[in-house]
């Protein structure tokens, strides 16, 4: 079972003061009304309270430059542990229209692992510099950063402009660019504190998280909650009410989904098969693979027939076999995957040996990472080479350190998520979320690594890949209805 990374909200949300620009002029984020002081919002995972967010924005006194800060927290339950994560951001922009990001400083602490991220703009890129505890500091070079300031507040340039605004954003995670585009949206009428205002809406869509954001604003500016679908929400609190975390959820009960009964043994087998019957299912998550197969049914069920099998034997490669274009994505090296770091190399070669052939080196990487990993919920690393050090995590640890040797190994892999068959110490029959392993071998074949198996078995349920995000609708509307 996984950890659930709840994402950081990836905007900006920001106090305005005038500030002096080049040429006289000023962006269009600090003209928009916002709140004096920056926003604090209380963060609910299926109206259960797991963290707390505060963004401000603000010139820089003195200086032609906007400085913008985020701070995110979330705390739950994660098996017998309590999970922690702390992130923070400040990024410097110039502060006239389309001004640059100058510098970052990304700080993480908790879940996940410590590090300190500096960048600073070049004139070819951003110059990166990575501090690790008890590790020497990593330097390295990003292209150039395409984010303006703008981009640091989009939801109030948009409204303030009554248009639709896109542009880039430099996620703070994987130090990657994504779009990120911002529509206006009607107004509504709600009842704040007892008083009935009317309220500007608008959603913000990250091309990383593809999780349409709600934002309702007040006439003044200020947010006035953001919500990624119906299971996370973000509302606007008083610094003292939002920091406050005295009751600590457990995730696994907040996002599970109870079974009407256990899967027969024939899903638990490969070759295997299990049929579902699920509500709250909505199209754009029906993933058509060999594995996965779908029927709409009466009152918006969809019936889910997931089959498991090794690849076909004729399909399979070498490791050295040209591989389609379309699989290029999932051979990269990155802040987190680090496929290309040293001892991951040298250990994936050690794995491997003399194996040639895609699917048997395949095989041999997850049986290598679920034999040597130690099971401990809540002992979590975002990046691959902390993984490899540790040796220790939950099925998010051994999906990313089970990729990284991947392809290292130059096979293609992705991480898949979804849900996959648990029973509990309560005896209840229930899918849990959870992450696993897609290698292109010649053909898209799915492993488990924390359960050990070289095909997973029919009681995992794909409903996304590569982001948590991705799915997070699905957290408390997705219902299995049948099983059999």
């Not at 920001?14 to 002096?20: G, K, N, S």
């Not at 379309?326 to 491997?352: G, H, R």
Request: glycine share 8%.
């Amino acid at each position: 079972m996984r950890t659930l990374r709840v994402p950081v909200v990836a905007t900006a949300l920001v106090l305005c003061l005038a500030a002096p620009a080049r040429g006289g002029t000023t962006s269009d984020v600090l003209r928009a009304p916002r709140p004096a002081g920056g926003e604090y919002f209380g963060l609910y995972l299926v109206d259960k309270k797991v963290g707390w967010y505060f963004t401000d924005l603000d010139a820089v006194p003195g200086r032609p430059e906007v400085r913008s800060v985020a701070n995110f927290v979330f705390k739950a339950k994660v098996g017998d542990n309590i999970a922690e994560r702390k992130h923070h951001e400040e990024r410097i922009y110039e502060a006239w229209p389309g001004g640059r990001l100058l510098s970052f400083v990304i700080r993480d602490e908790g879940d996940g692992g410590d590090q300190v991220l500096t960048g600073k703009v070049t004139p070819t890129g951003f110059a990166v510099k990575r501090h690790r505890p008890g590790q020497a500091d990593d330097t390295f070079t990003l292209p150039a950063v395409k984010e303006t300031v703008e981009d640091a507040d989009q939801l109030r340039v948009a409204l303030l402009r009554g248009k639709e605004v896109s542009g880039m954003a430099l996620d703070g995670t994987d130090l990657e660019q994504y779009r990120m585009t911002t529509t206006p949206g009607a107004e509504a009428r709600r009842v704040v504190n007892g008083v009935s205002v009317l309220l500007r809406k608008a959603t913000i869509v990250s091309e990383k998280e593809k999780v349409p954001m709600e934002a309702v604003v007040a006439p003044d500016g200020a947010v006035v909650e953001m919500s990624y679908g119906s299971a996370m929400i973000a509302r606007a609190e008083p610094k003292s009410v939002a920091e406050r975390l005295d009751k600590v959820e457990g995730i696994f009960s907040l996002t599970r989904l109870v079974l009407p009964a256990p899967p027969p043994p024939s899903a638990r087998k490969v070759p295997g098969e299990w049929t579902l019957v699920v509500s709250g299912f909505p199209d754009k998550f029906h993933r058509p693979t060999d594995r996965q197969s779908y029927r709409d049914l009466a009152g918006n069920k969809t019936e889910v027939t997931i089959r498991a099998a090794p690849p076909d034997p004729a399909k399979l490669v070498k490791r050295t076999a040209p591989h389609p274009p379309d699989t290029a994505e999932y051979l990269k090296s990155s802040i987190l995957v680090e496929s290309d770091n040293p001892a991951i190399v040298t250990k994936a070669k050690e794995i491997a040996g003399s194996e040639t052939d895609s699917y048997a080196a395949a095989k041999k990487v997850v049986a290598w990472v679920n034999r040597v990993m130690k099971k401990d919920y809540g002992a979590s690393a975002d990046r691959a080479t902390d993984v490899l050090r540790t040796l220790r995590g939950d099925c998010t640890e051994h999906s990313l350190l089970s990729i990284a040797l991947l392809r290292a190994l130059g096979i293609p892999a992705r991480r898949v998520d979804g849900v996959v068959y648990v029973q509990n110490a309560d005896g209840v029959p229930a899918l849990y979320w959870h992450e696993w392993v897609e290698a292109w071998v010649g053909t898209w074949t799915q492993l488990d690594p924390t359960f050990g198996q070289p095909v997973a078995d029919a009681t995992h349920l794909t409903l996304g890949e590569e982001s948590s995000a991705e799915i997070m609708p699905l957290l408390g509307a997705l219902k299995v209805v049948a099983a059999r």
